[in-house]
């Protein structure tokens, strides 16, 4: 394994970190308290997924680079991240289908990467694909709600879908890091996973009432290191202690 | 002291170590403490998480090496998180324990879809007429459910 291991898992656990972070900020203002809990909790499971893949990801690369280098001293142009993760939050519905977008995604690469060439890798898989059930169970649950529900909650999820659509193909655009990580076993193709992830979106979007988009050109560049600039923002806020106070520790 | 009764006092020492987020059990009961070998004379014992993101994992790791320091000169406590942890791990005594301390044990999962199973009975009246209120509850392990019966909430360990 080699450099190709290293972007490959980046895409995975930078997906997961920024995610994290950016569910974080419901801390405290979610719509109803057991939504502030649940939101507490998903984050709280994604980003102990982060923290092994940029641990594993750090051991593999051999620079002496921990999960905590990883995640706070990199500037965005070397996160790896989709783009779904890094847009803005928006109203709850669209954190919500935010979220069911990366679930259903998730929920189809863990079980796959649970028998990933890396033991390591292969063992965080284990454990993230028995959570990753449990989110994609919770974040249908409310896409159907809110898209099924009033008048106004149904025009406030198409235009969440209207705005996030256009990020959900990346994920499944395979490359050159993507075919390397495949043929030395370490993840499944990224391609491979569309066909489940369709189903499931589409019968999600069907039971919530709300049609699916035609396939546009899909926004794509986050897996290479090309962000939005949302990104930036969000990294400015999640590293400005750790870099203002390097080698702290209490 | 051969070292087969030295692993049968470690395991008795483990059972003292309390989970931090749900004190009525210990790492024993919840299958959290995994193995306790000697290696070269070192006592090592294996740990693994329940979820990925578990707060109570490096809490759990000092007080299991601060226990067993009373005793052992070398103590090593290792993660491990293959094969990954399930409440099928958590003890009849455990099991016991939670439903004692007013929390609903992992109950049987019935449907692939119904991921978290349901709880057997209420803790406080023993009724099975229960309900969930949020699949999400006060720690990554639990969910919130409510009896009809006597109409109380209660945290319930979701099958995992």
Redesign the interface.
Known sequence: MGDHAVEALLRVGDSCLVLAQRLTAWCGHAPALEEDIALANIALDILGQARGLLTRTGEIEGAGRDEDALAYLRDAPDYRNVLLVEQPNGDYGHTMLRQFLFDAWAVELWPRLASSSDPVVAGIAGKAAKEAAYHVRHSSTWVVRLGDGTEESHHRMLAALDMLWPYTGEAFLDDEVDVAAAESALMPLPSSLLPAYRHRVEAVLADATLPVPPDPWWQRGGRQGSHSEHLTYLLADMQVVHRAHPGASW | MTAATEIERAWALLAQVPDPELPAVSVVDLGIARDVQFDDGRLVVTIT?T?????AMREIEEDVRTLLAQRFDDVEVRT??????TTDWITEDGRRKLADAGIAPPGVRMLP?L??GQPEACPHCGSSAVEE??????T?CKA?WRCTSCREPFDYV?A?
């Open positions: 998480p979820y990925s993101g578990c707060p491990v998180l293959s094969p990954p942890w879809l991921m978290q209120l949020a699949g999400f509850g006060s990554a919130l979701k995992h």
